[in-house]
């Protein structure tokens, strides 16, 4: 589904990623890790289109992504979430989602006069989606909740429902479990589970070990900018690279 092929991006002498190879298969939960300043949000900004490389290529379902913008990428059917949540936080949980589908007819301001039926019928399609999304999501409840003061763990499950109601093919999750308390990780976690046996395939920065070695199949190492390893969670607990580099005191 994804394939990263010689790439590379460089701030000054620095190559935050050099040379870096990479597939994604359809249906998978790939997990990356590796410690901070690995650049592994860097890799994340290139495939999103937010960084342009200096060498290497993306492509995404077989199409060249890696000169696109980051709208364009998204309408091409990947979509991400951040670390840190940026929902439009004066504004309530449904219109969060309600905003993302693309090209609505009342994104054109005259249309809401002379289209205003087909406007309506956009809106209700697109109010009736949301909200399915929000249940998914376990939110339904705050759909009327202003954003900005929903808890940081319900923050993390609305950034997971804005990209959700697109209905992207490969979804790049970044951190998803910072921040997050226990219980509501838990309910997380079983949301990325079930989508992904609806289909949907993730790609996870996390620096949750537990929770990369539960879910995540394959687990990618990377650091310096390099990839190191790539594999399941077993071999993650046995390969050198990875233990004397990185992991050296990762529970057994």
């Known amino acids: ?5 010689g790439l590379v991006k460089a701030f000054g002498n620095l190559r935050a990623v050099d ?36 060498a290497g290529a993306i492509r995404f379902m077989g199409e060249r992504i ?7 990428v998204f309408a091409k059917g990947l979509a991400r979430t951040f670390q840190v949540p940026r929902p439009f936080p004066q504004m309530t949980v449904l219109e969060n989602l309600m905003l993302v589908p693309l090209r609505q007819a009342g994104e054109r301001f005259w249309n809401n006069w002379v289209r205003a039926g087909r406007v309506r019928r956009e809106e209700r399609l697109a109010r009736e989606r949301a909200m399915d999304v929000l249940e998914l999501c376990d939110l339904a409840d705050k759909a009327g909740e202003i954003a900005g003061r929903l808890s940081g763990g319900q923050q993390k499950l609305l950034e997971l429902a804005r990209v959700l109601i697109a209905e992207p093919k490969l979804i790049l999750l970044d951190e998803p479990a910072a921040g997050v308390n226990p219980v509501l990780l838990e309910t997380l976690v ?15 920065i996390e620096h949750n070990i537990d929770l990369v070695m ?29 233990l004397d580099a990185y992991l050296g005191d990762m529970p057994a």
């Not at 995540?216 to 046995?238: E, T």
């Open 214 to 242: 539960s879910v995540c199949q394959p687990i990618v190492v990377m650091a310096q900018g390099q990839l190191i390893y790539r594999g399941d969670a077993a071999g993650v607990r046995k390969d050198r690279r990875v």
């Open 19 to 54: 040379g870096v190879d990479l597939a994604i298969d359809a249906g998978t939960i790939t997990g990356l890790i590796g410690p901070n300043g690995a650049g592994k949000t860097t890799l994340f900004n290139l495939i999103a289109g937010a960084l342009t490389p200096e």
């Open 1 to 5: 589904m994804l394939e990263v092929s």
């Open 190 to 204: 079983d949301r990325i589970v079930r989508l992904n046996q609806r289909g949907v395939t993730f790609l996870v």
């Open 66 to 72: 890696d000169r696109l913008t980051p709208d364009r």
